[in-house]
């Protein structure tokens, strides 16, 4: 037995992976669960508008509102139109008795605490809560849910595929047919593409059948947003696929991506609610983009100019994702070098002294 317990050791210690999944999970699901689940949203973002703008900003509780904009002369419309921005998460309307505050629904954590908030003002203002009038939860979560099985599709499911090409020997013979890396990948990512793309359109309809999501927005808009969130897990999965030699570290791996973009991402705990080391953390996940743009669509019916941020972020991930895997790619397929039981070993190169070396050999 004591044989056996050294060998486990031994193996254990020349497997840096599990090892480092074995010390870093346990510590990274308390880093998140100590600072980051939290439902309790501290303080929410608020415009004032009317003609008594100045004077009603004044009385509310500024440990919770923070008033970002004072405009008398905006109107309702105005006030509306910040909502769907996601500007702001909540626009108060001055100039009537009660004044009227108005609710971004689709901000479930943060509308929550704002009613709860404005119900204990006694009736100097009354709320109305758009994109989600009912709070519902599956309103929030379906659009979240989508960017969840495109992640899981993206870095689980591709991965697997090219590492298991990778043990058969198959993905190595590419290097020696004229083919560049970018090719390469374009070509093994395209059937886990359109397999995503028909999933979210299910998970979509679904979504919108089951639970009466409603989709207020422009189909293209995020149709673009779920196609660049596409190839931004795509490209991790890639790039996991390039740095694992086993089906089992590319799921491991895989793993370690997709716990973050779960937890961190906004998607179960909202990011204003989090301390702020880790919800810088949740700003550097795609899902947190995509959720932002499959929310803003289908619930408020947002426009491509108010989601700039997000597909700006989603297009600068996905190429710098691409770039590291397909530079990552064409070392593995460079001429000259081959795996052997997972260990790159250099190929003699040039003619006559290459038939020497294995002549020799």
Do not use: C
């Amino acid at each position: 037995m004591r044989a056996m317990i050294v060998k486990e050791f031994r193996e254990l210690r020349r497997d840096k992976r599990t090892l480092g999944m074995l010390i870093a999970m346990p510590l990274l699901l308390l880093v998140i669960f100590g600072y980051a689940a939290n439902f309790k949203v501290p303080t929410v973002k608020a415009a004032v508008v009317g003609t008594q703008a100045t004077q009603f900003a004044a009385t509310l509780p500024s440990s919770f509102f923070d008033v970002t904009l004072i405009e008398k002369t905006d109107t309702q419309a105005d006030a509306e139109r910040l909502l769907e921005n996601n500007t702001v998460d909540v626009a108060i309307v001055t100039g009537q008795q009660p004044a009227l505050a108005l609710v971004d629904g689709s901000n479930l954590f943060a509308s929550q605490a704002i009613v709860s908030v404005l119900n204990k003002s006694g009736d100097k203002v009354s709320s109305q809560i758009l994109y989600n009038p009912e709070l519902k939860t599956s309103w929030v979560m379906v659009p979240a849910i989508i960017g969840l099985i495109l992640t899981f599709i993206g870095t689980i499911v591709t991965s697997i595929g090219l590492v298991r090409e990778r043990e058969t020997g198959t993905l190595e013979q590419l290097a020696v047919m004229p083919i560049k890396p970018a090719t390469v990948i374009l070509g093994k990512i395209s059937p886990y593409f359109l397999v995503a793309s028909i999933d979210m359109i299910i998970i979509t309809g679904l979504g919108m059948l089951l639970f009466s999501v409603p989709f207020n927005g422009n189909p293209f808009v995020f149709v673009l947003g779920a196609g660049l969130f596409l190839f931004v897990v795509l490209g991790l999965g890639v790039f996991i696929s390039t740095i694992s030699q086993t089906t089992g570290q590319a799921i491991q791996t895989a793993f370690m991506f997709l716990m973050p973009q779960i937890l961190l991402s906004g998607m179960i705990f909202p990011l204003d609610a989090m301390a702020a080391g880790v919800r810088w953390i949740g700003y550097l996940l795609p899902l947190t983009y995509f959720t932002m743009i499959s929310q803003g669509v289908m619930l408020r019916g947002a426009s491509l100019a108010s989601l700039w941020l997000p597909f700006l972020m989603l297009t600068v991930m996905a190429v710098v994702v691409f770039s590291g895997a397909t530079l990552r790619f064409r070392r593995d397929l460079a001429p000259g070098r081959r795996r052997h039981h997972g260990t790159v070993v250099a190929e003699p190169s040039g003619g006559q002294a290459g038939s020497e070396a294995r002549s020799g050999s």
